[in-house]
């Protein structure tokens, strides 16, 4: 499968290397002209948004959502504002979500949020004791979460299909807890799991 990778931060390289080791053509874009965020969307077959938020809504300009229409769109983002001697906290919450905002921005691309609340060290084939780890995914469209479960598989996730894009209101601030555990702790290697019979 060709994957483009729109953003080349820690999660985006760290997704771009699972993508290759699993077999993947691989392409990233980013601000730079000579890896431009609409070359790498004309290339790929699917996307993943890796971006800081407060970057989101220029790279999809950048992209041009022409670029990524019927595609499927993985958003990795979270929401975040950061304010100075603060830990980051959530923009947005309770009626709207980031991955919401992301799909009214690409309106004819199949939006899925997925590894927005682990670490990007862990987002492909995560070992940690206690496992197995499980991913939650949030879209609209069936295909296109087949689609991103089988992807999530290949990298070592068990899924779990909360609905909807809406469903977004609930995975970022599982991202924010995960944030303030980390700065609480100082501890960046966890994920969450869902234990049950």
């Not at 996307?47 to 999809?60: F, Y």
């Not at 949020?113 to 084939?125: P, S």
């Not at 995914?137 to 991103?148: E, L, P, S, W």
């Amino acid at each position: 499968m060709k994957v483009a990778i729109l953003g080349k931060g820690d999660v985006g390289t760290s997704l771009a290397l699972g993508f290759k080791k699993h077999g993947h053509d691989v392409k990233m874009g980013h601000r730079d002209p000579k890896e431009s965020y609409a070359d790498a969307a004309k290339f790929g077959e699917i996307a993943v948004l890796a971006t800081p938020w407060s970057g989101t809504e220029n790279a999809i300009t950048l992209t041009d959502p022409k670029n990524l229409a019927g595609k499927v769109v993985i958003d990795v983002t979270n929401p975040l504002k950061f304010e100075e001697s603060q830990a980051p906290q959530l923009a947005l919450g309770f009626n709207d979500s980031g991955g919401e905002q992301v799909q009214r921005w690409l309106p004819q691309s199949k939006v899925v949020k997925c590894f927005n609340i682990v670490g990007h060290t862990l987002m492909v084939n995560p070992q940690l004791p206690g496992g197995p780890l499980e991913m939650y995914i949030a879209g609209n469209d069936a295909g296109a979460k087949k689609t991103v479960t089988q992807i999530c598989k290949q990298f070592g996730w068990p899924v779990v299909d909360i609905g909807g894009i809406e469903g977004a209101r609930l995975l970022e601030p599982l991202a924010m807890l995960w944030v303030t555990v980390g700065f609480t702790l100082n501890r960046w290697e966890q994920a969450w799991t869902l234990l049950h019979k």
